[in-house]
């Protein structure tokens, strides 16, 4: 089984960038579809972004295209989040998941069954 730990969050101005890392564990990293989710205080946990096992399809939330790019590195079994012009409504809590089978409707929380433990963005203005 995988195991997932995230990186990179912080407090930010809007505007200012960040990269968010999850690095896995386990030899099987290459095998996963990989997304992240985050939840802000309050809300539901929302899909941000999903990529394939082998990186050839990449799904992104309406919110954020444009801004995020998701990325994986199956070598290092590392999956990347690029945020970029944040906005105060970028303020969550983001988390990784990890997901076996066909690349379906990774939009969708239940196409995954690892999480992380998740990193914090805090958009200052």
Same mark, same amino acid.
């Given at each position: 089984q995988v195991q997932l730990?995230?990186?990179?969050?912080?407090l930010v101005?809007?505007?200012a960038s960040l990269?968010?890392?999850c690095a896995a564990s386990g030899r099987t990293f290459s095998t996963y579809n990989m997304g992240w989710f985050r939840q802000?205080?309050?809300?539901?946990?929302?899909?941000?972004?999903g990529i394939s096992?082998?990186?050839g399809s990449t799904? +992104?939330?309406?919110s954020?295209?444009?801004?995020? !790019?998701?990325?994986?590195?199956?070598?290092?079994? !590392?999956? +990347?989040l690029q945020v970029n012009s944040l906005k105060l409504e970028d303020t969550?809590? +983001?988390y990784c998941a990890a997901g076996s089978g066909p690349p379906l409707r990774l939009w969708a929380s239940t196409a995954y069954n690892r999480w992380g433990q998740g990193t914090q963005v805090t958009v200052s203005s």
């Open positions: 730990v995230e990186s990179g969050g912080g101005q809007a505007g990269r968010l890392s802000a205080p309050g809300k539901e946990r929302q899909f941000v972004a096992w082998n990186g799904w +992104y939330a309406d954020v295209k444009g801004r995020f !790019t998701i990325s994986r590195d199956n070598a290092n079994n !590392t999956v +990347y969550a809590v +983001y």
